[in-house]
């Protein structure tokens, strides 16, 4: 599954009680960094608008892999904003399984 976005692909994967998506910056690949020299720009102020695919999420981290960091995020009226990253971000959405 995949979210529209107009800057970012959005790979969405679902499991019973964690989501996760892998949101990878639309302007870069291998080619643009090895073939064309063409360094990775920052993206800031993203937000991603999860409508059902937030599916009753009680909690949301968020994995930066290019520079190993874990940062608490924030799911407000069903979007979660993005901090600052390049090439890619991880977003892990959990629920809280209940009695």
Do not use: C, Q
């Not at 020299?37 to 949301?60: N, Q, R």
């Amino acid at each position: 599954m995949r979210l529209d976005h107009p800057r970012l692909r959005v790979y969405v994967l679902r499991g019973r009680r964690t989501t996760l998506l892998w949101a990878r910056d639309r302007e870069n690949s291998w080619e643009a960094e090895l073939r064309e020299g063409k360094a990775p720009e920052p993206i800031h102020d993203a937000a991603l608008e999860l409508g059902p695919v937030a599916g009753g999420a009680t909690s949301v981290r968020i994995y930066d892999p290019w520079a190993g960091r874990w940062s608490a995020g924030r799911l407000r009226g069903g979007k979660v904003a993005l901090p600052e990253f390049t090439r890619s971000v991880v977003v892990r959405l959990g629920t809280d399984p209940g009695p």
